[in-house]
């Protein structure tokens, strides 16, 4: 690899802070870290890093307001919380926030590893059609964006490649199981609910009502279908 991917660690306990910069540097990163949320978005800002990697418990503001904070100026970087707490509700507190996925500590290094690497395996440049035509919403992949009418919005990576797997089986049915494998690589974490909140929200995005959507469709018990 000639350009090290850079990964933004933000966590207050040191010795966590330290462990996560030795162990991802031996695995080749270059690794920023920080104890604040401020520095956190400010450097995710001067320094455009690969993903973050984000405690939610910090001293100043918390994970999630780090979170939207970074997404104002960044849509597409992978954000991965990294949090105590395994409540559903701080997990989708933590998806309207902004964030793509989650590690519960305690988590093995080389678990987080594993889902950076698979992130980046599918953040390669590729040659395919750049834009997708789904209803009234125009995606560009490459840009990380989605217009519909005169709104553009940005979508988060993992948004991306989930609409991009629907896309690329139009018509057929996707199951849950498939699009965990192959959108978060490990089936340990995220849960079911994971995809379910982000259909939700890009459903918003991209349904005219996203109610009764026309676009994104539920399959009872299996998983979801793209109509375009
Ligand atoms: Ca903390």
């Not at 920080?34 to 993903?51: F, I, N, Q, S, Y």
């Not at 597409?76 to 409540?87: D, G």
């Not at 987080?112 to 125009?138: C, D, H, K, M, Y």
């Not at 896309?167 to 690589?185: A, C, M, T, Y």
Request: charge should be neutral; hydrophobic fraction near 40%; proline fraction near 4%.
């Amino acid at each position: 690899m000639d350009s090290k991917k850079t990964i933004l660690v933000v966590e207050d306990e040191p010795q966590l802070a330290l462990g996560l910069k030795d162990a991802l540097e031996f695995e080749g990163f270059r690794v920023l870290t920080c104890g604040t949320g401020r520095e956190a978005v400010g450097l995710a800002k001067t320094e455009r890093p690969h993903a973050v990697l984000l405690d939610l418990m910090l001293p100043d503001i918390n994970g999630y307001q780090v979170c939207q904070e970074i997404r104002r100026s960044d849509g597409f970087v992978p954000i991965l919380m990294l949090t105590a707490k395994s409540q559903e509700a701080d997990k989708i507190r933590g998806l309207d926030a902004g964030a793509d996925d989650y590690v519960t500590k305690p988590f093995s290094v080389g678990e987080l590893v594993a889902r950076l690497r698979a992130i980046f395996r599918r953040t390669q440049p590729r040659s395919e059609t750049q834009t997708l035509n789904i209803g009234e919403a125009v995606v560009n992949l490459s840009a990380h964006t989605l217009q519909r009418g005169s709104t553009v919005e940005s979508l988060s990576f993992y948004e991306v490649e989930l609409l991009r797997l629907l896309h690329e089986r139009v018509g057929q049915p996707v199951s849950r199981d498939e699009i965990l494998n192959k959108i978060w690589g490990l089936e340990a974490t995220p849960t079911n609910r994971t995809i379910d909140n982000f259909i939700v929200k890009l459903r918003r995005k991209i349904e005219r009502s996203p109610d009764k959507p026309e676009h994104i469709l539920t399959v009872y018990g299996f998983g979801y279908k793209l109509a375009l």
